[in-house]
């Protein structure tokens, strides 16, 4: 590793970025294949209808265990809002939408990235748990009318999250050049994390927590 690179995830944390992307990533995959019928080609790598359904589905499990693990990992850190210092980079929209000459500091994570966080946790439990209904509806007694609505809802977590994705996708790469080694390597640069997150450089500072590279690795 090149010397003076900071470490900002590790490897446990990187495990379930992946698990969790391409789990989702697989599922909008053959959930657009079932969902739409000029999209029925999709299912010819995996022999047909049948085996989307069955591919989605226990892709679904997978999605679902990365999500859990998600949250109990993220939620302190990224499900919390702190205030004022929140409140005041909101009002600044980050500096994404417009100049600031100064974006107000935050902690490891930004108010963006916990907005977008919570909505993965809200929507994609909103799509375990109807996906799950969905799956097994003989096992459960559920009218005729819930049953109905599970497909909507459903596709709504999906949409969601969907457009969430391609937001989280440009800012990890194009919008903010160096974010997605964060989640390949796990280093970053000094000037990078000064400038995307100088609050949190600051606290592992402060805490003496910040790891960084002598370059013998």
Same mark, same amino acid.
């Given at each position: 590793?090149?010397?003076?690179?900071?470490?900002?995830?590790?490897?446990?944390?990187?495990?379930?970025?992946?698990?969790? !992307?391409?789990?989702?990533?697989?599922?909008?995959?053959?959930?657009?294949?079932?969902?739409?019928?000029?999209?029925?080609?999709?299912? %010819?790598?995996?022999?047909?209808?049948?085996?989307?359904?069955?591919?989605?589905?226990?892709?679904?499990?997978?999605?679902?265990?990365?999500?859990?693990? !998600?949250?109990?990992?993220? #939620?302190?850190?990224?499900?919390?809002?702190?205030?004022?210092?929140?409140?005041?980079?909101?009002?600044? !929209?980050?500096?994404?939408?417009?100049?600031?000459?100064?974006?107000?500091?935050?902690?490891?994570?930004?108010?963006?990235?916990?907005?977008?966080?919570?909505?993965? !946790? %809200?929507?994609?439990?909103?799509?375990?748990?109807?996906?799950?209904?969905?799956?097994?509806?003989?096992?459960?007694?559920?009218?005729?009318?819930?049953?109905? #609505?599970?497909?909507?809802?459903? %596709?709504?977590?999906?949409?969601?999250?969907?457009?969430?994705?391609?937001?989280?996708?440009?800012?990890?790469?194009?919008?903010?050049?160096?974010?997605?080694? %964060?989640?390949?390597?796990?280093?970053?640069?000094?000037? #990078?994390?000064?400038?995307?997150?100088?609050?949190?450089?600051?606290?592992?500072?402060?805490?003496?927590?910040?790891?960084?590279?002598?370059?013998?690795?």
């Amino acid at each position: 590793m090149k010397k003076g690179m900071i470490k900002v995830t590790s490897g446990y944390e990187r495990f379930v970025h992946w698990m969790l !992307a391409i789990s989702c990533l697989l599922l909008c995959y053959t959930g657009m294949g079932m969902m739409y019928d000029y999209l029925n080609f999709f299912g %010819a790598v995996m022999g047909g209808l049948k085996g989307l359904k069955v591919v989605h589905n226990f892709t679904g499990v997978v999605f679902g265990v990365a999500l859990l693990l !998600a949250i109990q990992m993220w #939620w302190k850190e990224a499900g919390v809002f702190v205030f004022p210092e929140d409140i005041n980079w909101i009002m600044t !929209a980050g500096g994404y939408l417009w100049h600031v000459d100064k974006v107000p500091e935050t902690g490891k994570y930004n108010p963006g990235q916990k907005m977008f966080f919570l909505t993965v !946790a %809200a929507f994609g439990l909103l799509m375990f748990v109807t996906g799950f209904f969905m799956w097994f509806p003989g096992y459960f007694p559920l009218s005729t009318e819930m049953l109905r #609505w599970l497909y909507p809802l459903h %596709a709504l977590g999906f949409l969601v999250i969907f457009a969430f994705f391609f937001v989280h996708l440009y800012l990890g790469t194009i919008g903010n050049p160096g974010t997605v080694q %964060a989640m390949i390597s796990g280093w970053v640069t000094r000037n #990078w994390l000064k400038k995307q997150h100088p609050g949190w450089l600051k606290e592992m500072e402060h805490e003496g927590t910040l790891i960084v590279s002598d370059g013998e690795k």
